[in-house]
């Protein structure tokens, strides 16, 4: 498996499973399957460069859990989230794009995904 280069230049293994860490737990009812969500997210590569980010657009995004809409590590990442959580998750390229590249992101990218839940319907 190729490695890619850590925010230190180090090279590192890309992840070979989803990585959850709550910075914040939030209160109500959790995300389940079906609910339509809505959140802010910054997402980087191992190295540090940011390649996307709700936050810099001014806008949350949502999407409906357990249609496919977004990537594996999204689906499993926000199931069981609450509103005002915050997590970050890190996702690894057979739960992301893979072996595609997909504008800033390089082929076969490990994604590290900041992800604050605004908001559950």
């Not at 339509?36 to 190295?47: A, D, E, P, Q, R």
């Not at 657009?57 to 977004?70: A, D, I």
């Amino acid at each position: 498996m190729p490695t890619q280069q850590n925010e230190q230049g180090q090279n590192e293994q890309p992840a070979t499973e989803l990585t959850i860490e709550d910075f914040r737990v939030g209160t109500g009812v959790e995300a389940k399957t079906g609910d339509t969500v809505s959140v802010n997210y910054k997402g980087t590569l191992l190295n540090g460069t940011t390649f996307d980010s709700s936050y810099d657009r001014g806008t949350p995004f949502s999407f409906t859990l357990g249609q496919n809409s977004v990537i594996q590590g999204w689906e499993r990442g926000v199931l069981g989230m609450r509103a005002g959580g915050k997590r970050k998750l890190v996702i690894p390229p057979d739960l992301a794009y893979g072996p595609r590249a997909i504008g800033l992101i390089p082929a076969n990218s490990t994604l590290v995904f900041e992800v604050e839940l605004l908001e559950i319907k």
